[in-house]
């Protein structure tokens, strides 16, 4: 690539994750800019024009401007050879997009900070967020679980890594920050463990990004 | 097909009408099972067995259980000739993509009904509900107005209806039903009133359902 790449990312975004776990499979190199959440750089004006939805990741490549993770990862698919994050077969992809939709619209957008920070402030409550937080994660993995447990082989979905590892890997993180009881899915527990030890998934941890805390690391 | 293709539907459900257009395209028949969602029958143990999340559609067809309305509308488009749901080109395919997700993951889950109905019960004030979905959607659709004002021509992306128009009708009625100030959205105001004059989009819609009230047709 002539053009040098940029992501725009939080290093424990859920979205950014995926992204950086998709663009370690197709051996992309980028440079990553950070964007605070936590000090709401994503809804100033700067930003804002990467990004409309002032969400993370925004990933600037091809001449392009790419937000939402999941069509990024589906155009880096389709653009790039080499390892393939979506399988051949129709039934198989089907599989794959609809454990990552679970997770990128059933669970994520329930419990993202936007979502609980507004919810803070309708209630009056800080205290509403963790179990807010909780709850609908457990709703969301109840039926990941019962989905996974039959497509599941060493990964989500058989045994190749594809998209649905992509969503499953960051959202557990999530999981176990809202101290969700996860002794109940022990599919997706299994599959995270194998995931994580991946070294694509290693490069894509949030421990292992620019703006990561020291504390944390 | 030999096989029966059944709907499970919730006439006003923003997720079903979404694959009902994508079928009204595919020129696929299809039996409605209507679960009513406002008495709760999504979370019934028999349909639980349909879809573990409790939400609307699922799509029985080819002898698979489908789920999530995007993994569906891409597995019809895959697997199906006739009309095609996704452009050729990839950038094309991104830009479909990404405004079908800006309403999927970014605005309707946040203001479904199991959300509000669970907000309610967190403020106890019924009252919050209205608020907290016109916010939510204006939010989204300052996004979305956004990123179609370079993508639009006569629909979403350029002059071909897409999955992106069959996202945004529902997702308009929605912003209605919310009192929603319109006028902010010429964009997006004018590609849902050329969508839903189309047949497909008719056939589609809420008002010609076999679960739609007779007060409401």
């Given at each position: 690539?002539?053009?040098?790449?940029?992501?725009?990312?939080?290093?424990?975004?859920?979205?950014?994750?995926?992204?950086?776990?998709?663009?370690?499979?197709?051996?992309?190199?980028?440079?990553?800019?950070?964007?605070?959440?936590?000090?709401?750089?994503?809804?100033?004006?700067?930003?804002?024009?990467?990004?409309?939805?002032?969400?993370?990741?925004?990933?600037?490549?091809?001449?392009?401007?790419?937000?939402?993770?999941?069509?990024?990862?589906?155009?880096?698919?389709?653009?790039?050879?080499?390892?393939?994050?979506?399988?051949?077969?129709?039934?198989?992809?089907?599989?794959?997009?609809?454990?990552?939709?679970?997770?990128?619209?059933?669970?994520?957008?329930?419990?993202?900070?936007?979502?609980?920070?507004?919810?803070?402030?309708?209630?009056?409550?800080?205290?509403?967020?963790?179990?807010?937080?909780?709850?609908?994660?457990?709703?969301?993995?109840?039926?990941?679980?019962?989905?996974?447990?039959?497509?599941?082989?060493?990964y989500s979905v058989g045994d190749?890594?594809?998209?649905?590892?992509?969503?499953?890997?960051?959202?557990?993180?999530?999981?176990?920050?809202?101290?969700?009881?996860?002794?109940?899915?022990?599919?997706?527990?299994?599959?995270?463990?194998?995931?994580?030890?991946?070294?694509?998934?290693?490069?894509?941890?949030?421990?292992?990004?620019?703006?990561?805390?020291?504390?944390?690391?």
């Open positions: 690539m002539a053009d040098e790449v940029v992501l725009h990312s939080y290093f424990r975004s859920s979205a950014s994750w995926r992204v950086r776990i998709a663009l370690a499979y197709k051996g992309i190199q980028y440079e990553t800019k950070p964007v605070h959440l936590v000090k709401a750089e994503q809804k100033g004006a700067e930003y804002k024009e990467h990004n409309p939805m002032c969400q993370v990741p925004t990933l600037h490549i091809d001449g392009l401007r790419l937000t939402q993770s999941l069509p990024i990862i589906e155009y880096l698919d389709e653009t790039r050879q080499g390892y393939k994050l979506l399988p051949e077969d129709p039934a198989q992809r089907f599989q794959v997009r609809r454990l990552a939709e679970i997770i990128n619209s059933g669970i994520q957008p329930v419990q993202n900070l936007s979502v609980l920070q507004r919810l803070a402030e309708v209630t009056g409550d800080a205290d509403t967020k963790a179990a807010w937080g909780r709850e609908w994660i457990t709703r969301g993995f109840d039926a990941l679980e019962f989905e996974m447990s039959s497509t599941a082989g060493v190749s890594v594809s998209m649905a590892d992509l969503a499953l890997v960051p959202q557990v993180y999530n999981a176990n920050r809202f101290k969700v009881d996860m002794a109940k899915y022990p599919t997706i527990s299994r599959v995270n463990e194998a995931c994580i030890k991946l070294p694509e998934f290693k490069a894509a941890d949030p421990t292992a990004q620019p703006d990561c805390p020291d504390e944390l690391k």
